[in-house]
């Protein structure tokens, strides 16, 4: 066992009194956990799987305000999203960036009657929108952040402009509209941030993945997933943030009848990560913001070197880890045809595709689209009061996690002590105003190649050397296959540094290795040995690892150990 997983273990032993226990590891209960550890408080966060990999790690990708959430009315979430976006793109630089966002519109007027009945929540079926409701919402979007603004505001093109720009565009447009969101690069590695930023300020906490809390008759047990350890712990207050299993928690938590009222309505959401350079290119380095022809709003935009396509919108009933089907992918490069008709788009190009549940209020909405996308805290009472966080997203997870935290410090009888609007994450701080000017330096200060120095920036932002000159003082700062960024001292890191238990946990949250298509047989393999040393594994215990890697990539990610093999070969072949 990592030593920091013994001492936190360890420190439990000693002491199972917490003010607040927090149930989840998404980025909702990271963002609770930092907020609640950085006024003082004592906190334990346990999650069952890998932090950021249930619900938070299927998010589009967005950091955006919500400019759809218009038409439900809800200026108050767009207005909390502005200013969260703006919040990020200056507290994580070097993962959260400007994204132009361009609108085709093949009408003027279409739209505008349904979007208004749509506000007074008379009516749940969507219509297409046209360039004057557009028009209206852009407007408003300016309006909110008028007085601090960071990004440009939106512009109108004719159809003429618009297909001087984007040629392989549709040919039915009549107008197109661009205005700027941003888009995250590494979503779940900022959570990692999070976690390491809270212990370094607030040592008393504790954050652990693979764990799980039970109740007892004499309280509440922390059972450690992997030793199978039981530790007995004792919470003033615990905060449920366990996204669209919030129901289940609650009722396993407070001993609840199965069928009390549910907090959560979740919808799913797949995505597909396509290589396709002739789209990628098409798009001119713009997210296409668009609708299908069920009138549910669609996405691509140019991701790491690769395109990110989706998404489908579809109400579950029973929550379980999700996978994209057949007919979501189908739905979905369909609906690519629809706005680049003449481009060669083929489920031969997928390379990843990924899926998850929207942890969404409940709702009796026909329409999925219309479900608010807002947040809110639920209490409920016991000898240990529960703080449930239904809904929240991505881009509003530090204002949700604050407003959770009050709630908090309110039962605790604790004033706030700080606040976290302008506090910088991880590698954002200090972050220049060009990344350019963190390259060349980092290359001339450590003498290595440019190319190197953008990937540890990209990775790791400000914090690149730091992580350069732990791992060289490792021994084994190489490459995990020929041509790979990754480095087998980082893998040793990351074990060490940042909880990663399992080879799912390097590959798909910790690196961009699998979500960008890079992920071969001769690398799972290399990682699960640079992990088996430092976690003590057999080597029975590690083909298992392999093994179950492998089955969760072609299970749920479309990667089949086939296509896995065919990469290591095209790998090793043109490294030769």
């Known amino acids: 066992m990592p030593l920091q997983r013994q001492d936190n273990f360890e420190s439990i032993r000693r002491d199972g009194d917490f003010d607040v226990l927090i149930v989840g590891g998404g980025i909702n209960g990271l963002g609770v956990f930092r907020e609640l550890s950085l006024q003082g408080v004592r906190v334990l966060l346990v999650e069952r799987c890998d932090f950021c990999s249930g619900c938070s790690a299927a998010p589009s990708r967005m950091i955006h305000g919500g400019l759809r959430y218009l038409e439900n009315g809800e200026f108050n979430l767009v207005r909390e999203s502005l200013a969260e976006r703006d919040a990020l793109l200056l507290n994580a630089p070097h993962m959260v960036r400007p994204l132009p966002t361009t609108i085709p519109l093949a009408t003027r007027m279409s739209g505008l009657f349904n979007a208004a009945t749509s506000f007074l929540g008379l009516s749940d079926k969507p219509a297409q929108r046209g360039a004057l409701p557009v028009k209206i919402g852009l407007a408003l979007y300016d309006l909110v952040t008028r007085k601090r603004r960071q990004l440009p505001p939106h512009r109108f093109r004719s159809a003429r402009e618009t297909k001087e720009k984007w040629p392989e565009l549709t040919s039915n447009l009549r107008y197109s509209a661009t205005y700027y969101d941003a888009w995250i690069s590494h979503p779940e590695r900022l959570g990692i941030e999070l976690i390491s930023d809270t212990i370094e300020m607030a040592p008393q906490s504790i954050a652990l993945n693979y764990v799980e809390v039970r109740r007892d008759a004499d309280g509440y047990v922390l059972h450690d997933r992997e030793s199978?350890?039981?530790?007995?712990?004792?919470?003033?207050?615990?905060?449920?943030?366990?996204?669209?299993?919030?129901?289940?928690?609650?009722?396993?938590?407070?001993?609840?009848?199965?069928?009390?009222?549910?907090?959560?309505?979740?919808?799913?959401?797949?995505?597909?990560?396509?290589?396709?350079?002739?789209?990628?290119?098409?798009?001119?380095?713009?997210?296409?913001?668009?609708?299908?022809?069920?009138?549910?709003?669609?996405?691509?935009?140019?991701?790491?070197?690769?395109?990110?396509?989706?998404?489908?919108?579809?109400?579950?009933?029973?929550?379980?880890?999700?996978?994209?089907?057949?007919?979501?992918?189908?739905?979905?490069?369909?609906?690519?045809?629809?706005?680049?008709?003449?481009?060669?788009?083929?489920?031969?190009?997928?390379?990843?595709?990924?899926?998850?549940?929207?942890?969404?209020?409940?709702?009796?909405?026909?329409?999925?689209?219309?479900?608010?996308?807002?947040?809110?805290?639920?209490?409920?009472?016991?000898?240990?009061?529960?703080?449930?966080?239904?809904?929240?997203?991505?881009?509003?997870?530090?204002?949700?996690?604050?407003?959770?935290?009050?709630?908090?410090?309110?039962?605790?009888?604790?004033?706030?002590?700080?606040?976290?609007?302008?506090?910088?994450?991880?590698?954002?701080?200090?972050?220049?105003?060009?990344?350019?000017?963190?390259?060349?330096?980092?290359?001339?200060?450590?003498?290595?190649?440019?190319?190197r120095a953008a990937y540890l920036v990209d990775a790791y932002g400000t914090q690149a050397a730091t992580v350069w000159r732990d791992c060289r003082a490792r021994g084994q700062d190489t490459p995990v296959v020929a041509g790979c960024s990754l480095t087998c001292a980082e893998v040793v890191r990351m074990v060490t540094h940042e909880q990663a238990r399992h080879p799912a946990d390097i590959?798909?949250?910790?690196?961009?290795?699998?979500?960008?298509?890079?992920?071969?047989?001769?690398?799972?393999?290399?990682?699960?040995?640079?992990?088996?040393?430092?976690?003590?594994?057999?080597?029975?215990?590690?083909?298992?690892?392999?093994a179950a890697f492998t089955d969760e990539l072609s299970r749920y990610h479309g990667v089949s150990a086939t296509t896995l093999n065919q990469r290591s070969l095209k790998r090793n072949t043109e490294c030769a």
Not at 390 to 410: M, S
Not at 525 to 540: D, P, Y
């Open 228 to 451: 199978g350890a039981d530790l007995p712990i004792n919470p003033r207050v615990i905060v449920n943030a366990s996204g669209a299993w919030l129901d289940n928690v609650r009722r396993n938590l407070t001993g609840g009848a199965p069928d009390d009222a549910p907090l959560i309505s979740g919808t799913k959401g797949s995505h597909l990560i396509l290589d396709t350079p002739n789209l990628h290119d098409a798009l001119d380095g713009h997210m296409m913001f668009f609708e299908n022809t069920d009138g549910r709003v669609c996405i691509v935009f140019p991701y790491l070197g690769k395109v990110l396509a989706g998404s489908t919108d579809i109400r579950v009933e029973t929550v379980t880890r999700t996978r994209c089907e057949d007919d979501e992918r189908d739905y979905i490069l369909g609906s690519l045809r629809l706005i680049f008709p003449d481009l060669n788009i083929s489920e031969n190009d997928i390379v990843f595709s990924y899926s998850g549940i929207r942890p969404l209020p409940s709702s009796d909405h026909n329409f999925t689209g219309r479900i608010s996308r807002s947040h809110f805290t639920h209490r409920l009472d016991g000898p240990v009061p529960q703080i449930c966080m239904v809904g929240g997203k991505w881009t509003t997870f530090r204002a949700f996690a604050e407003q959770t935290a009050d709630k908090v410090l309110t039962e605790l009888g604790h004033a706030r002590t700080c606040d976290t609007h302008q506090l910088a994450i991880g590698g954002g701080k200090d972050f220049p105003e060009h990344v350019k000017t963190l390259i060349e330096g980092l290359s001339r200060d450590l003498g290595i190649s440019s190319e």
């Open 507 to 546: 590959l798909l949250r910790r690196t961009n290795l699998a979500i960008t298509g890079q992920v071969s047989t001769e690398m799972i393999a290399t990682i699960a040995n640079v992990m088996a040393q430092e976690l003590g594994w057999t080597t029975e215990q590690t083909d298992a690892e392999i």
